[in-house]
């Protein structure tokens, strides 16, 4: 069997070659990989099969099994996503700031590829074909590391792509399937700091944790979304409910959900008991300060633990503050620098908490829900960076990219 | 004894009041520092004293101790770096790129600090000055771990920076000596991920090595520069031998400098006894392929280790290549993504080498020594990173920084 390392050294050398094609070519095969996933549908359906029954058998939760499963509309979206990324523009090669320096020397920065990316990720195999997609379309190549119950799905999609590659100039073994094997294989990968340029872990906080601390390569991650919203004194009340709502119910389970909601105390009499009613209505559960239980008497009281907590369902802590200072201070405290929303009239708190607030997104008068790359515009996205280094949140094709000096001279020399 | 955890917790602390300073604080701080680097100048050269005359009992090399020395020119250009920083434009706030999408939302991205820079560094103290001034500049703490051959020095650069900090806006605790012990020490500091954002080391490849296999925390970096310079067929003989000559000897021990000469076998005939017969009298030794032994008789054959090798002393590798194609695989194969420069009359193969060199400076027709964050314009470096990921290239006060995303909302939510 190839070592993980063959597979690398393989992905690397594809890499070179990629580097430097045109975006066309790069379409064209984005175009023979979508053309290619629906031609072989059956093939990708019988693998997963194959991967549901193994997964039925050991018992997995049907969420599990959802997630496992490549249905005629997953792999008709899942190739749609493919033909999008190749309508996006090319992020590779172009030049900026290009300024002439007092000795001639005209000097500025070329965007290239990263070179090779490592996903590692979980049940989801649609996750195989859209990483590919963005990752060839920066002009990278990719290790692809999915989780054991999507093995034989992910094994096919593999098959298909680099079947598909064939036939254009993109070097096949740009894509790699890593075998899911046990963990010592992903800590094997994760090694290859002579070979891979970055690792992007996407999972449950086990997973990312995980990669983060055995990975040798630069590991761009998020592990979690405590998203806060901070109802101003003198806010809009319509304003403010709908916000609310639709942040913390429109898809509790993802990670720019709202997990607290912080009140000033000005407005927490008349506000609170209507945004409370609402949220009720919606099935959520409070658990809220004492202030918060004395203004609506169905919550039940927070314990500490509920601050800070990435709750992922329909429950939602609750507290009222002095003043904005104090929001400002819960949300350093407990915060995880996803994404923090502030509900304001007051264009000084506005611009306080848009300057103040560190989080990858910072957000006035709108939905947590929107800190994600097909919203903010970035097309797609391969995933969100709460650490600062490279990315701060939704990662798009630029952030699969880096910047080269380049020096254009006639002869100088230094003095 | 303060444990290192805690320092970094006082530095956390301190970047959160740091960052949101504006920039009229920022610099008068950084003057107060300068000023009291020259007030302070006999406290100061009183503990390099100490640390000299330990360094001479253990007997460090004259090398060591010249690196480690602190006369009034080092110490008064250090204080003049620091005023330089100030005048430089305030990386931190501004937005960008702010777009109005279909729904009304106004999204963009701010500039904003990293947090807790933590540095790694061999002998010379006036590093902790240099990274002190850039650091805060850029709305960063800085945890500075210096080598223990400068430990006195260190500690009393510390103790007069955080004395000239205590009559400003910033705090004092932005900026924290970590006590030279042992590596152990290092390994504390660089596991602490929650504390700090980003380590910068600076010294040999096995510091830079020991941090980066240790580290927990994000790591930008660079081992070594193995810079190469292709001398093209049809290239300008007077420029090829001007542009070789500074690369290699204006200072051959820095990573710049040049290490490889690689020559069209179209131009060696010509060309290759002319370069050689400058270089011999500016004293390098050199080591080249047989043509080059064939064509310079004087050069001793190479072996398969002169090539990727960093010399750092005035020796060259040389080796006569079949074309461009052959240019860029030793390139490839053999450099180490620092500085890679071209010396040719051709469009085409300039625009090839800008494009198809992987490296964090690219040069066509000027020496490999400007890439340098000085040179290239920055104002000032605190290093340079030859991995992709954050930065690649001289890392100046833009490089401190990271952007987060902003979103201007009237109440819109999600659908």
């Known amino acids: 069997m190839t070592s993980v390392r063959e597979l690398a050294q393989g ?123 963005l990752c060839l379309k920066a002009g990278n190549a990719v290790l692809l590391r999915g989780g054991k119950e999507a093995a034989s799905s992910n094994q096919a999609l593999g098959r298909v792509i680099q079947r598909a590659l064939g036939d254009t100039d993109v070097p096949p073994a740009c894509v790699q399937i890593v075998p899911a094997t046990d963990r010592d294989g992903v800590r094997e990968l994760l090694s290859l700091d002579d070979l891979i340029d970055v690792a992007i872990p996407r999972g449950g906080e086990g997973l990312i944790r995980f990669v983060a601390e055995n990975a040798r390569v630069p590991v761009v991650k998020h592990y979690q979304g405590v998203c806060h919203l901070f109802l101003d004194a003198g806010c809009d009340h319509a304003r403010a409910v709908a916000i609310t709502l639709n942040a913390k119910v429109q898809r509790p389970g993802v990670c720019n959900a709202l997990e607290c909601l912080l009140v000033h105390e000005q407005a927490a009499e008349s506000l609170l008991p209507v945004v409370a009613q609402a949220l009720r209505e919606a099935g959520v559960e409070l658990r809220g300060c004492p202030r918060t239980v ?122």
């Open 11 to 133: 992905a690397r050398a594809g890499a070179r070659v990629l580097g430097t094609l045109d975006r066309g070519r790069k379409d064209a095969a984005l175009r023979a990989i979508a053309d290619s996933l629906r031609a072989s549908a059956e093939e990708i359906y019988r693998a997963n099969r194959a991967d549901l029954e193994r997964g039925r058998a050991a018992g997995l939760s049907e969420a599990m099994l959802d997630r496992l499963s490549l249905t005629p509309s997953v792999l008709d979206s899942t190739a749609r996503g493919v033909e999008d990324v190749a309508r996006l523009p090319d992020p590779v090669g172009g030049r900026r700031d290009m300024r002439r320096l007092a000795n001639g020397l005209l000097v500025g920065r070329q965007r290239v590829p990263l070179g090779v990316v490592a996903m590692v990720y979980e049940s989801r195999p649609n996750v195989t074909v859209d990483a590919t997609a």
């Open 294 to 415: 004395q203004l609506v008497p169905e919550a039940r009281p927070a314990e500490d633990s509920d601050y800070g907590h990435e709750f992922l369902s329909k429950v939602l802590a609750i507290r009222v503050v002095r003043d904005l200072d104090q929001a400002l201070e819960h949300v350093a405290r407990y915060g995880s620098n996803h994404t923090e929303a502030i509900c304001t009239e007051s264009y000084e708190r506005a611009e306080r908490w848009l300057r103040e607030v560190d989080a990858s997104c910072v957000v006035v008068n709108a939905s947590t829900r929107f800190n994600d790359g097909g919203q903010l515009g970035l097309g797609a996205e391969i995933g969100i960076s709460t650490s600062k280094l490279h990315a701060y949140g939704p990662m798009g094709l630029e952030e699969l990219t880096a910047e080269k000096w380049v020096v254009l001279g006639q002869g100088q020399v230094r003095e």
